[in-house]
């Protein structure tokens, strides 16, 4: 028979055996617990495990090796596509993190908040395009205090490809009535004359004539060889002429430009008031209308005296009976002398009277016409008037009207010429 106490000693024991188990088997299942909720963690210590972004040295267990490696930022490079998109490369490649949730500033490369990368967008985006700005030419007013006489639009431009100002001549307005100007009234036939002082050369640049209007549209243009550095000392002159078929043309008024004044480098529009003429032609003994044509077929040159005006006869006369004499001078000498009618007390005589002179065509560049105007006197040989010369070597008009005949041969040529001594 077992002793009271021995039962009691067993279950005592068999309680410590169980308690112990218990104990052991609480530590395993929390050791185990605490495994699978960090894995790969790489520390040993229970409720040790911090998170991966702090980590600066890799760990030393044998389950885990986390190495992070530091790469070195190269520039992005920026290449433009054949369709005009940009788009940047970089350089240097960067290894992704296995910490997905975290990023680590050391390892990855400086990026513009608005980096084109995620933009495709056209070159000239933000580039001035000068189609969208046209640079409109400058307009310019050249006013005078007396307007009833008209103004001028033209445009300038020097061309430095060729050397030349370039005239445009675009219209005239509010020219006035051929009446303000001649008592007996007309049409108003206006053309213009274009010229450059100091004069460049010898041409004469003229307008067409347009009929019957005070507002005539021309759009011609001119042009005047010379060098930029002569055009900017130099005037440009205008002069408005009403048109007159069969007696001479009535200066309207004229324009001057101080081309030292105007920038001519680039496109100037000017809108000028046409002034009284300041310089005119001289005229203080008077004017003569002659007219000159040649037949080739016959060598014959003939000159019509048909009228003159305004004739200064000396003081020394008690009346004025003017004639006029031509003579012919070939080659610097002296050929022929013809001589009109006189013309009895009169300071405008009309004598439309026909002179002919028989000149082979190859001497005609050679010839010249001299003109004179003499009051008569019965006692005397007559006392000199004024004079005028005609032929190709000379300039102005009386070179022009000789040109004109030689170009239009059987046609009549008639142009007023003012008297000199």
Known sequence: MLHPA???????????????????????????????????CGYDAI???????????????????????????????????????????SRGSIKSDPFAGYEDTSS??????????????????????????PRKDAVLQQSS?????????IR?????RTSDLVVHLIEAQDLPPSEKMDPDGGFSDPYIKVSIEPIVDERTRQSSVKRKTANPFYNEYFKFPATYDVIK???LVFLAYDY?????????????????????????????????????????????????????????????VMKAKDLRVPVTTPSSDPYVRITLVVDGKKVKRKKTSVMKGTYNPVWNEALSFNIPAELLPKVML????????????????????????RAGNEGKHWNDMIQNQRKSMAMWHPLHR
């Open 108 to 133: 990855i490369s400086a990026r513009s908040d608005t980096s084109v990368d995620s933009y495709v967008f056209d070159p000239s985006f933000g580039a001035i395009r000068p189609d969208l700005y």
């Open 156 to 160: 300038l431009k020097y061309d430095f």
């Open 6 to 40: 021995v039962p009691a000693v067993i279950c005592g024991l068999a309680s410590i055996g169980i308690l112990v188990t218990v104990v052991l088997l609480c530590r395993h299942l929390k050791k185990r617990r605490h495994q699978m909720c960090i894995p790969n």
């Open 145 to 153: 205090v007396d307007r009833s006489f008209g103004r001028l639009h």
């Open 370 to 393: 001299e003109c004179h105007v003499v009051e008569n006197d019965i006692i005397g040989h007559g006392e000199f008037v004024g004079c005028c010369v005609i032929g190709s070597r």
């Open 233 to 235: 000392e130099s005037s």
């Open 244 to 304: 007159d078929k069969f007696s001479r043309h009535k200066l309207i008024g004229e324009v001057r430009i101080d081309l030292s004044k105007v920038e001519t480098s680039n496109s100037v529009e000017m809108w000028c008031d046409i002034q009284k003429q300041t310089q005119q032609e001289s005229a203080e003994l008077g004017e003569i209308l002659l007219s000159l044509s040649y037949l080739p077929t016959a060598e014959r040159l003939t000159v019509v």
């Open 47 to 89: 409720g040790d495990c911090k998170p991966p972004s702090l980590m600066s040295v890799s760990s030393t267990s044998q389950d885990v090796q986390i190495s992070k490696e530091h790469q070195r930022v190269q520039p992005r490079s920026t290449s433009i596509s054949s369709r005009g998109s940009i788009s940047t490369v």
